[in-house]
């Protein structure tokens, strides 16, 4: 197409206009991502106000817990409608009829079994891997078992792209626990059996801790038991609800 010199002049003069007010066109690597760090710094301001009022308000006093649930972005392990309530003060749904725990019960269990660095942890019920997430902070190695595919593949996802690396997940029965892997220092159960299953009795190392809800539906109370001269010790901690713990086939255990 011919444009007259008269209309070309315009135009360039038009367009260095737009540019100077609009500050000109972005460098090379300069960073574009504005709204997302603004984003990022409002969640990390939730998370500290979860920190504050949640765990140090109710005697998770642990720095190297705190610590852990100041690292780990708990929104980036909830379906993405929900995000805007991560750190409020309840467990959320993730699908499958699953729940994420509320901040305080993932605190609470993960001070009951007092992880340390050289820890190999066994998770049951990976959910949406959050409580893999802050244990993987805490320990040298983290297998968690999810029965659900859509769950344990979804978990994995996140875990990976928050660049955990030492978390292993496997879809299965949680109730068979992980036995090439064990045995381990600590078990962490997020789902309710009737009773504590024989296999994890046997997976927890001499001196290790399992923490699990016990009972039926709406009469269940979660529990740690400590291996001494391989006898289980066992210590009520406080009534709760989970989801129950299922089968292959969705039959309660």
């Known amino acids: ?22 500050g000109g066109a972005p460098a090379l690597g ?55 309530y991560a750190y ?11 729940t994420i725990s509320q901040p305080y019960i993932v605190a609470l269990m993960t001070r009951s079994i007092e992880p340390k660095k050289t820890d190999q942890i066994l998770e049951i019920g990976t959910g949406s891997g959050y409580q893999a ?19 344990a593949e979804s978990a994995r996802r996140a875990l990976s792209e928050s660049g955990y690396e030492n978390v292993f997940v496997k879809t299965g029965d949680g109730f068979k626990g992980w036995p090439e892997h064990a045995p381990f220092d600590a078990i962490v ?6 009773k504590v ?18 009972g039926q539906k709406y009469d269940q109370n979660l529990v740690l038991l400590e291996k001494k001269e391989g006898q289980l010790i066992k210590k009520q901690i406080l009534p709760v609800r989970f989801v129950p713990m299922v089968d292959e086939k969705g039959r309660t255990y």
């Open 30 to 84: 300069a960073d574009t991502s504005a709204p997302n760090k603004e984003s990022e710094n409002n969640f990390r301001q939730q998370r500290m106000k979860m920190i504050r009022q949640q765990l140090r308000a109710r005697g998770i006093e642990n720095p190297e817990i705190l610590a852990a649930f100041e690292k780990v972005p708990r929104h980036r392990f909830v379906p993405e409608r929900l995000k805007k």
């Open 197 to 214: 299953p024989e296999p994890l009795k046997d997976q927890l190392a001499e001196g290790g801790r399992m923490v699990i809800p016990v």
């Open 189 to 194: 159960v997020t789902c309710s059996p009737e």
């Open 133 to 151: 997430a802050i244990l993987a902070e805490l320990s040298d190695q983290v297998y968690t078992i999810e029965i659900i595919e859509s769950l």
């Open 1 to 22: 197409m011919n444009t007259s010199p008269t209309i070309l002049t315009l135009l360039i003069s038009a367009l260095a206009v737009i540019f100077f007010i609009t």
């Open 88 to 98: 409020q003060d309840r467990p959320l749904p993730i699908g499958e009829d699953q």
